[in-house]
């Protein structure tokens, strides 16, 4: 079993633009001994949009809640609509709408400009608003790679079904997990990526207990989207990341994914006093680090400081996107 080595949930959310009300509980600049780039890679940020309700907006069409054109570069941003719909378009002419379920992975590599708004439709209608959103590290030598972005449909996402352990036929389907990235034994998840990663969205509808296996070579968290539950055992309710002890291997230079060792996590949803369960949503985060040094700021992450100093100089120069 991979033991948990904290639990991460105290940061104070905060606006981003006028739309996505988010808690960070992953940033690579934070100085944290014990919770840091370190600890994470390949993941340089995690944004957790916990269910926030929006009334209609009035303006919807010429005023849309959200953020304006920005900058990206070095990096990716995996988004995931859990409730509500999200509007992008960007400087390589991708648009479209993330709706509920689906998932976008941006590709930045070596610079694109994008907005992020609520879609008109929900805009007109107001709700829940319910999303995350990571950033991942590109290794060096992908830094400067064309960008890209994946539109992938909750459709097209493969999904296991979770047995319950904890009863003797083991033949009860307590839950199921979208498997967005990586590799749930024989399935390979939608998303292609530059190093292994494993994301997984999960979500426990019935009582009982499950088992999660992780490469023993990812550093691995857990994030509580929704609800409550037993983590190995702790209890751990939504809005918190749960960050496991570091890797008990390292991947030696032509070991193949499949041969790899895998460390166990085991979820447990108690039953409770209402006849109806609330479901549990979970998001699991395991990835091989990079190991590279690191130098970012603001929506820039490269490599080495030279490379961050010529970012911001392309930028400011017009010469960003060209």
Not at 14 to 37: E, Q
Not at 295 to 320: C, H, I, K, S, W
Request: zero cysteines; glycine letters at 10%; a negative charge.
């Amino acid at each position: 079993m991979r033991p948990i080595k904290n639990i991460h949930g105290d940061k104070a959310p905060h606006w981003v633009g006028d739309g996505f009300y988010v808690k960070t509980l992953i940033n690579h600049l934070d100085d944290n001994p014990h919770f840091n780039y370190s600890h994470t890679d390949p993941f340089l940020l995690f944004d957790y949009g916990k269910p926030t309700t929006f009334d209609p907006n009035p303006n919807y069409k010429t005023q849309p809640h959200g953020v304006g054109q920005h900058p990206h570069k070095g990096f990716e941003t995996v988004t995931i609509a859990y409730e509500g719909e999200i509007s992008h378009a960007d400087s390589v002419g991708g648009q479209g709408i993330i709706q509920k379920g689906d998932v976008q992975w941006m590709t930045a590599g070596r610079g694109i400009m994008h907005e992020e708004f609520h879609s008109e439709a929900f805009g007109q209608r107001g709700g829940v608003f319910s999303m995350v959103q990571l950033w991942v590290n590109l290794p060096s030598a992908h830094k400067l790679t064309d960008p890209n972005y994946q539109s992938i449909k909750r459709a097209d996402l493969p999904i296991v079904e979770l047995i319950d352990s904890s009863t003797p036929n083991h033949q009860t389907t307590i839950g199921k997990a979208a498997i967005i990235a990586g590799a749930w034994q024989e399935i390979t998840g939608a998303a292609n990526t530059f190093t292994p990663i494993n994301l997984w969205d999960i979500e426990l509808h019935t009582a009982g207990a499950t088992t999660l296996k992780v490469p023993n070579t990812h550093n691995t968290l857990l994030l509580v989207q929704e609800g409550e539950l037993l983590v190995n055992g702790t209890s751990v309710s939504a809005g918190n990341l749960i960050q496991f002890d570091a890797p008990t291997q390292h991947r030696t230079d032509g070991q193949a994914q499949q041969t790899l060792a895998t460390d166990n996590i085991e979820l447990h949803y108690p039953a409770t006093e209402n006849s109806e369960q609330a479901p549990v949503k979970l998001l699991l985060l395991s990835g091989e680090p990079i190991g590279e040094p690191v130098a970012g700021y603001g929506p820039f992450v490269m490599n080495t400081q030279e490379e961050l100093r010529q970012t911001f100089r392309d930028y400011q120069t017009g010469n960003f996107v060209k």
